[in-house]
T-cell receptor, first 114, second 112 residues
Framework: NAGVTQTPKFQVLKTGQSMTLQCAQD?????MSWYRQDPGMGLRLIHY???????DQGEVPNGYNVSRSTTEDFPLRLLSAAPSQTSVYFC?????????????FGEGSWLTVV | GDSVTQMEGPVTLSEEAFLTINCTYT??????LFWYVQYPGEGLQLLLK?????DKGSNKGFEATYRKETTSFHLEKGSVQVSDSAVYFC???????????FGSGTKLNVKP
């Protein structure tokens, strides 16, 4: 059971470059989301999706783009990388409407922008 | 809006000491409450959860009770081990919108 799979695990970018963080889940979850984790700030929601074809902004969406063409995949695009986007990124999925629904996380992607 | 506040760390304890990590929340409606644990270099893993008032979640010796009257969900363990060293996150989920809100995390260091 793979769960939530993120790639790449580590990436170094130059300022202004673009890249895509991939995320896939095999649990048939409707809800997927991207968080960034910074020291002392916990997890902050970037974008989320409640189903294929539907996306919405979270707390810190600027500089990021998402799409949800299938239930399984939810890529996160950095349009023009900035040093402020140096962070650890987590993809997550869950099944809405279930009492006590649990959110499942990928292992994280460590991104450094120089 | 909904939010979670947890005690700042780091918390440093000796092995076999008693652990409490405080967590309080603000929410409309009736959220579910969670504790997640993150070991170095890994993602977050569910530790325990509670879905309604007075429920007690428990796992691996850790416990937390959903207290609606004090809007709290404090994490406790009677005797910590070195292997419990990690970052612990309190979280709530808004059932209406299936959004999750996380605290800032508390780092626990357990010394032998």
């Amino acid at each position: 059971n793979a769960g939530v799979t993120q790639t790449p695990k580590f990436q170094v970018l130059k300022t202004g470059q673009s890249m895509t963080l991939q995320c896939a889940q095999d649990m048939n979850h409707e809800y997927m989301s991207w968080y960034r984790q910074d020291p002392g700030m916990g997890l902050r929601l970037i974008h989320y999706s409640v189903g294929a074809g539907i996306t919405d902004q979270g707390e810190v969406p600027n500089g990021y783009n998402v799409s949800r063409s299938t239930t399984e995949d939810f890529p996160l695009r950095l349009l023009s990388a900035a040093p402020s986007q140096t962070s650890v990124y987590f993809c997550a999925s869950s099944s809405p409407g279930t009492t006590g629904n649990t959110i499942y996380f990928g292992e994280g992607s460590w991104l450094t922008v120089v | 809006g909904d939010s979670v506040t947890q005690m700042e760390g780091p918390v440093t304890l000796s092995e076999e000491a008693f652990l409490t990590i405080n967590c309080t929340y603000t929410a409309t409606g009736y959220p579910s409450l969670f504790w997640y644990v993150q070991y170095p270099g890994e993602g977050l893993q569910l530790l325990l959860k509670a879905t309604k008032a007075d429920d007690k979640g428990s796992n691996k010796g850790f416990e937390a009770t959903y207290r609606k009257e004090t809007t709290s969900f404090h994490l406790e363990k009677g005797s910590v081990q070195v292997s419990d060293s990690a970052v612990y996150f309190c979280a709530l989920s808004d059932r209406d919108f299936n959004k999750f809100y996380f605290g800032s995390g508390t780092k626990l260091n357990v010394k032998p």
